[in-house]
């Protein structure tokens, strides 16, 4: 059993940055998967961003492609998100999540964090 807890988020104006970290207990970190997603009130969730266990990632490209950057630190059992050039289309309550497969699908992760809110100011 994962637990997963993300922090970081805040109150951000339009143009800004932010780094989330998502801290995992539990499991094999080092082996998993690890994600990054969002969802805004009334909305489906959104994927952001994944990286596999051995540090290759992939984005939605649509909507964060060069703006964010997806890392881990497998010594300290922690996954960031560096949020750049934030605009308020990036508010939400952003969700780390642990799997098998860097998938950019939600049904394929196992374990899932509480969230932290971004909001962003224009």
């Known amino acids: 059993q994962m637990q997963l807890v993300e922090s970081g988020g805040g109150l951000v104006q339009a143009g800004g940055s932010l780094r989330l970290a998502c801290v995992v207990s539990g499991g094999t970190f080092s082996r998993s998967a690890m994600g990054w997603f969002r969802q805004v009130p009334g909305k489906e969730r959104e994927f952001v961003a994944a990286i596999r266990w051995s540090g290759g990632s992939t984005y939605n490209e649509d909507s964060v492609k060069g703006r964010f950057t997806i890392s881990r630190d497998n010594a300290k059992n922690t996954v960031y998100l560096q949020m750049n050039s934030l605009q308020p289309e990036d508010t939400g309550v952003y969700y780390c999540?642990?799997?098998?497969?860097?998938?950019?699908?939600?049904?394929?992760?196992?374990?899932w964090g509480q969230g932290t809110q971004v909001t962003v100011s224009s």
């Open positions: 999540t642990a799997g098998r497969l860097a998938s950019s699908r939600g049904a394929e992760y196992d374990y």
